[in-house]
């Protein structure tokens, strides 16, 4: 049945979703990744497209920017459409020095400030962790193709890091032993909604800009740039199978 913010019908929607940001990124992996595929939704321009790869159904919808955007597709998702499974796939800040452009971080625990969780659950939680079956998968699968991985801790932002005033006070509220390596916007709340809801998450992020580096990638190469990301979780995908 038709959400609100998503007019697929219910058949229309893989257990398996990978879940960008943007959807014109959306709009290109279906285009250049998948087979047979179909715009299914189109609700405020938030695409997702079903289609075949390898033999698998896979979706790839937009969630748009931030935690509530994330929070209502992937509830949604989840609970309306019977999805088991969705990965975040987008771009990150860096925080460690060793970590180049373009480098895949997978994330362990998301730290968050938001009230997200108190907000939906009256839940004071502001860290939550992914799938560890899932994260194994996406790690193995990894090593197998041969894309490497960063593992960590990443923190989830109400804003742009790279537009806070001071990013350093930022992350000094945050517990000394966490190993932080990146930031973005909307792991938080799916890691917590597919932990309320009894189902999986992960997220696969690339490098985009750094608090080390001084080159920024551009709009473009945000959009396109990330194509081993993108390979690496759909080729985790054909390995999910076993996961129920």
Same mark, same amino acid.
């Given at each position: 049945m038709p959400t609100p913010h998503n007019e697929a019908k219910k058949g229309d929607i893989s257990n398996i979703v990978l879940m960008p940001g943007d959807p014109l990124r959306a709009k290109y992996i279906a285009e250049n990744f998948l087979n047979?595929?179909?715009? *299914?939704?189109? *609700?405020?321009?938030?695409?997702?497209?079903?289609?075949?790869?390898?033999?698998?159904n896979i979706t790839v919808m937009a969630s748009g920017m931030g935690m509530p955007s994330m929070g209502i597709y992937c509830y949604e998702l989840y609970k309306f459409y019977d999805v088991d499974l969705i990965i975040r796939i987008g771009s990150c800040g860096g925080y460690k020095e060793d970590l180049n452009l373009f480098d895949i971080i997978l994330t362990e625990n998301v730290y968050s400030e938001s009230n997200f969780a108190l907000t939906f659950n009256n839940d004071d939680c502001h860290v939550v962790s992914a799938n560890s079956d899932a994260n194994k998968i996406i790690f193995d699968t990894s090593k197998q193709i041969n894309i490497p991985v960063v593992c960590g801790n990443t923190i989830c932002t109400d804003c742009f890091d790279l537009y806070m005033s001071d990013v350093d006070k930022f992350l000094d509220r945050f517990p000394k032993n966490s190993n932080i390596i990146g930031a973005e916007m909307e792991a938080f709340s799916l890691f917590y909604i597919a932990n309320y809801l009894n189902k999986k998450a992960a997220c696969l992020m690339s490098v985009v800009d750094s608090k080390h580096i001084s080159r920024q990638v551009s709009a473009s190469e945000r959009q396109t740039g990330l194509n081993n990301m993108i390979l690496l979780a759909l080729e985790s995908c054909l390995n999910f199978k076993e996961l129920k």
């Open positions: 047979d595929y179909k715009l *299914v939704n189109q *609700v405020r321009g938030m695409y997702a497209y079903t289609g075949n790869y390898k033999g698998i």
